[in-house]
């Protein structure tokens, strides 16, 4: 929102020299002239693009800068005063080291909570779920998260870590009255009630939020957007604009300072600023509203009225430039309400067609598991066959081998047969040859028997015959 005149203003210099004019008119030429560069280009960078015109960042800190991407890495590219990176991983933020990211730049490893403490920092499978919330507290957001380690880490808060960092004068609020304080991580009100000393000199907020059903205890209530809102009300900041993420209970939220009550002005100073730049009935009007202070004549009718002109002129440019800028303002307005019409609808599509590429990525991982299920199921029958191949092989080299050795059993079983049979068949000539003596022996013993008989028969007889010459001499001797 753009500054209005204030009593403070008349006391400011001319117009044409003023530094806050030469840098609001500066950063709303920057917002028309981009530097060159593949910078984002999302909903969230094109409006925080268009609140730089009325909310010029000087000094910007940037809470879970993490590895530089996304779109609220968009004001890298505006060549900024002064930029504070912050972040619990030193490992991620390399990139911030590069030069030209802004006048003043400071690269700050620390993890940030309400007070200064002892908690877990947990790292899990998604980048974005790092942080003091355990993930799986996060699962209804990122139902595959899942924590990868955790460990202790020393919390401050940021008013105590920007203390340290920007100690310099050139980055005080003093020389850099507009910050931005960008809240890139969960839960963001931790950090915002340790930040009341940097709310002051803040002129917008940025802050992550997700919604989900927790009662107030629950640390995860702070990454809700409710209870950020109602803490950044108290600091006069208001709600400008809520970016959706990926996830539709899942995004960003704008907050910016709300433009001050113009002061009301004095009767001696109202009196003097306005009758020189009033109609032509105005004077007597004014007399009559503030007589203690007439209206001035002519720069040359008294010593005081050049003073009165002077303040004259100045709220009257200041009247034009206010008038110019609520203009662009309007116009500005307008358009982040076309470019948030059209990004929700874009983000309705996006959504329909993620849902389409969650799909197909699902059928697809489906049929990836089930080509991986089959190439292996190939894989072990192919093995498989290849060693059934190999033993069928080996079998059939040992059956030939023993097909081979069988056969030469064979043939030597054939050849110790037929040397046996003629072995038999020698003996079987012997046999029947000893068969035939044996019959001729049988026939000589029958021969040799009956001759033998015959003599046993003859010797008999001659016995009986020698006996009876015995008897026939004795006989005859005894005669």
Known sequence: MADRPTA??????????SPTTRRRSESRDAVFSLPPGDF??????SVLGALRVPYPPHRVVHVGAGAGHGDVHVWKHWHVPCGVWIDADAQRMAWAHLPALAQQQHVVCATLSQTACEASFYTASI?????????????????????KHSRTHSTQPLDAVLQQTLGAPECSPATLPSGWLLLDCLPALDILLGAG???RHTTLVCARWCEVDVAESDPLHGARLAPVRAALAERGLVLAAIIPGAHPRMGHAVFVRAAPQPAAPSAAIAGQAT??????AAPAAASSESPAVPASPAPSDTPSSPVPQDIARRIEALTRENTALLAQRAALQKSLEEQTRLCTEEDTIVAGLRTQLEEAGANRMRLVAENAELSQTHAQLAKRLESQAQEAG???????A???SLAAQRDEQTRLAQEYQNKMDALQHQWEACEERHRQNQAQQQESHLRQQQLQEELLKAEAQIELIKDLLLRDTGL
């Open 127 to 147: 980048p974005e779920a790092d942080g003091l919330l355990p993930p799986q507290r996060l699962t209804p957001i990122w139902s595959h998260v899942r924590t």
């Open 275 to 280: 009758a020189p730049i009033a109609a032509p």
């Open 402 to 404: 023993k097909v081979a």
């Open 197 to 199: 000393e940097t709310l």
């Open 8 to 17: 403070d203003a008349l006391s400011a210099p001319p117009i044409e020299d």
């Open 394 to 400: 080996r079998t059939q080299e040992s059956l030939s």
């Open 40 to 45: 984002p280009t999302g909903p969230l960078a």
